[in-house]
């Protein structure tokens, strides 16, 4: 069973910064892409950031103040957010796509973080 775990969601003030974390646990062989997606009230989800052997791609609404990062041993990826809007704010959902065995993929989502930013 694969787990996502995030942290690092809450209260912000406009122009401030909040880091979110994501941990990965469970029985897999191997981790390929993962991402943080965000979805507002009324919006769809949609991609914020994402890793994938060392590549990153990133939502143009978050280039240059949100970086993702990605700890190979732990299993863990992080969300730097700087310069916060209030248009971030959002639920952050991780996402894992993953090899679990010779025979099996699978796409793993966390439970969500809320991001909030007062203007």
């Known amino acids: 069973q694969v787990q996502l775990v995030e942290s690092g969601g809450g209260l912000v003030q406009a122009g401030g910064s909040l880091r979110l974390s994501c941990a990965a646990s469970g029985s897999f062989f191997s981790i390929d892409a993962m991402g943080w997606y965000r979805q507002a009230p009324g919006n769809q989800r949609e991609l914020v950031a994402r890793?994938?052997?060392?590549?990153?791609n990133y939502a143009d609404s978050v280039k240059g103040r949100f970086t993702i990062s990605r700890d190979y041993a732990k299993n863990t990826i992080y969300l730097q957010m700087n310069s916060l809007k209030p248009e971030d704010t959002a639920v952050y959902y991780c996402?894992?796509?993953?090899?679990?065995?010779?025979?099996?993929?699978?796409?793993?989502w966390g439970q969500g973080t809320q991001v909030t930013v007062s203007s």
């Open positions: 890793i994938f052997s060392g590549s990153t």
């Open positions: 996402h894992a796509d993953m090899i679990i065995d010779s025979m099996r993929r699978g796409d793993y």
